[in-house]
């Protein structure tokens, strides 16, 4: 499968942003989507991941309460909804594809997208 992120920008802290991955191939349905975030020097990190079709989702401490993460398989599409913005929230965020659950490692993912970048100012 292949992933395109989009919905990136350039932001003010406290703002909200959508971000959107989409998936090419009928398979799409099949695959547990994650999404990652990576700022300069640092490790690739999970901030959220969503199940196939019963939308089970898992976030990461950090953005518990603030990111939502939903998908529309008919559209081969999942979101990533951010409402108030930080300034660490900056980074690179790319959408990826796996199968097992939970998935909060970059090693549980086979496909991954670009990826967008979002920049939040203070």
């Known amino acids: 499968v292949q992933l395109v992120e989009s919905g990136g920008g350039m932001m003010q802290a406290g703002d909200s942003l959508r971000l959107s991955c989409l998936g090419s191939g009928r398979s799409f349905s099949r695959y547990i989507m994650g999404w990652f975030r990576q700022a300069p020097g640092k490790e690739r990190e999970c901030v959220g991941a969503i199940t196939t079709n019963d939308g089970m989702t898992w976030y990461a401490d950090s953005v518990k309460g603030r990111f939502f993460i939903s998908r529309d398989n008919s559209k081969t599409t999942v979101y990533l909804q951010m409402n108030s913005l930080k300034p660490e929230d900056t980074a690179t965020y790319y959408c990826?594809?796996?199968?097992?659950?939970?998935?909060?490692?970059?090693?549980?993912?086979?496909?991954w997208g670009q990826g967008t970048q979002v920049t939040v100012s203070s």
């Open positions: 990826a594809a796996g199968s097992r659950w939970p998935a909060y490692s970059k090693n549980d993912y086979y496909y």
